[in-house]
Each structure stands twice: as structure tokens, then as C-alpha cells.
């Protein structure tokens, strides 16, 4: 999530499209952008909706300490990587 987040560190991202990038599904997303925003690593505001009745969105952002934990994280494997190896079959060496 700090990867994703930290490609583009001053531009605001949508909870969706960070789903859609890591592979993450909502229930665990959005449960780990709270948490990043409660230690004050990322920054989140609220964006309204540019089509009448649709509701508001949320936008997040990383702070100079979700950088620096960017940082620190150096590179990792994502869920999107990971689904497009292929996996070993029983038995194939």
C-alpha cells in the first residue's frame, strides 16, 4: 500500500483505484488506509462528487512519515504480482 501511495507522493488517490492497483479487496483496504491515517502517515479529505446524487469520495495522500515508511519498506512483492506467477503444481519440480 506505502509503494502504491508513495509512486505518486503528492497527488491524491481514491480508496478504488489503490484497490484496483494492489489487489486489495475493501474490507481489508480500507481498514489499512485508517490505520496508516491514525499514525499520521497518510492524509485523507473528502472530495465532492462532480454528478448531482452521487455520494462524496474519499482521497488520500502519504504525509512526509508515510514517506519516510515508504521508504524504509523498500520494495515488496504486491498481491497483483504475486497472482500473476505462476503457481507450483503438486508433485512438478
Not at 500500500?1 to 486489495?24: I, K, N, Q, S, V
Amino acid at each position: 500500500m506505502l509503494r502504491a501511495l508513495a509512486a505518486e507522493p503528492a497527488g491524491w488517490r481514491h480508496g478504488y483505484d489503490l484497490g484496483r492497483e494492489t489487489g486489495l479487496k475493501a474490507g481489508t483496504l480500507y481498514p489499512i488506509l485508517m490505520r496508516l491515517e491514525d499514525r499520521g502517515q497518510l492524509e485523507a479529505r473528502w472530495e465532492p462528487s462532480p454528478q448531482p446524487g452521487r455520494p462524496a469520495r474519499h482521497l488520500y495522500r502519504l504525509t512526509r512519515a508515510g514517506l519516510a515508511a515508504a521508504a524504509q519498506a523498500g520494495p515488496q512483492t504486491t498481491p497483483a504480482v504475486l497472482r500473476a506467477r505462476p503457481r507450483p503444481q503438486p508433485g512438478v519440480s
